[in-house]
């Protein structure tokens, strides 16, 4: 292979991301070459308002897929909580390295934290998931819509154009960017995206010389980790926007390889009116532990959750 094309999205965070994973390819095979190709995807033209309402899940990756399926990159570099449960046919996970951090921060104007936000203070997120959660901690407090890069968030909330928003602890990490006042939010309480903090490697499903590459930087437990959050998604709500939460872990993060795992998921009411959440522990991934944590959430109120979603849908 004389040179391995890696689509990107234009964005610091996407280039930085990609570039780390160019960097680690090249570190992990003899004479390869990488390339970076840019593109910009629907979600990064949207500036303004909810991205449900510019075609909801898969915005930030359906341009690089097609790059792909058109053969004008052999690799893409996406965050995995933007790849939609069902996607295009001839396209395969090639790798996922291992995960970041896949915590969620809260960035308060001042210093404030979720706590002591007065009543009727506006938190930015376009996160439907994010908001659930704030909202059933604080039913009291305004959720307005704050789009951007990284940049421009922290910016907002320095500026006091919201009193505090929310992001990602890996991506701060990833570009440097983690402001000294973040809260990180504690998994128990505040459940993280799927796939949050991890990368997914995608390619065509017939290469197998860029396959063989991207799983040299492979990870098997960040992909165990990955697919069962995906399968928790698809069985409470497939493609359909709802305000879900999942998170598989391993125990013990300094001896992972034994230590058993904690799963961690919610869906939500917008409002978070209503919440089903369920954290449980079990030695593997498997189809036992699947089935009691979508049991268990049943018995919380997801099913009735999932009906009323459906009805505003």
């Known amino acids: ?8 999205r234009g964005s610091l965070l996407a280039k930085t991301q990609s570039q780390m994973v160019a960097e680690a390819l090249e570190s992990a095979t003899p004479h390869l070459s990488t390339k970076l190709v840019a593109i ?8 303004d308002g909810p991205l449900q309402n510019a075609g909801g899940k898969g915005v930030f990756v359906k341009e690089l897929q097609q790059a792909l399926l058109d053969n004008r990159i052999d690799l893409a570099v996406h965050s995995a909580k933007d790849m939609p449960v069902e996607r295009p046919a001839g396209l395969t996970i090639a790798s996922t390295p291992r995960r970041a951090d896949p915590h969620d921060v809260w960035i308060g104007h001042a ?20 908001a659930a959660q704030v909202r059933a901690a604080r039913s009291d407090v305004r959720i307005e819509p704050l789009r951007g890069n990284i940049d421009t968030r922290l910016a907002k909330v320095r500026q006091g154009t919201v009193a505090g928003t929310f992001l990602a602890k890996a991506g701060l990490d990833r570009t440097g960017l983690l402001p000294n ?22 390619c065509r499903a017939d290469d197998q010389s860029t396959m063989a590459v991207a799983q040299m930087i492979h990870d098997a437990q960040t992909h165990a980790a990955l697919m069962f959050e995906r399968r928790v998604v698809a069985a409470l709500a497939g493609d359909c ?3 879900i939460g999942v998170l598989a872990r391993p125990r013990n993060l300094d001896q992972p390889q034994n230590a058993g795992w904690i799963v961690r998921a919610l869906i939500a009411l917008p409002d978070g009116s209503e919440v089903a959440r369920a954290s449980l522990m079990g030695e593997q991934l498997d189809e036992p532990l699947f089935s009691l944590l979508i049991e268990t959430l049943h018995r919380r109120g997801a099913r009735q959750i999932m009906a009323k979603l459906a009805a505003m849908s």
């Not at 910009?40 to 500036?47: E, F, Q, V």
């Open 111 to 130: 210093g404030e934290t979720i706590q002591s936000l007065a009543s009727g203070a506006v938190v930015g997120t376009t996160s439907l998931r994010r």
């Open 241 to 243: 926007l709802a305000p």
């Open 181 to 202: 006042d973040a809260v990180v939010l504690p998994l128990d309480e505040f459940i993280p995206a799927v796939g949050q903090g991890t990368l997914a490697l995608e």
């Open 40 to 47: 910009t995807t629907t979600g990064d033209r949207i500036h």
């Open 1 to 8: 292979m004389a040179e391995l094309r890696i689509g990107t």
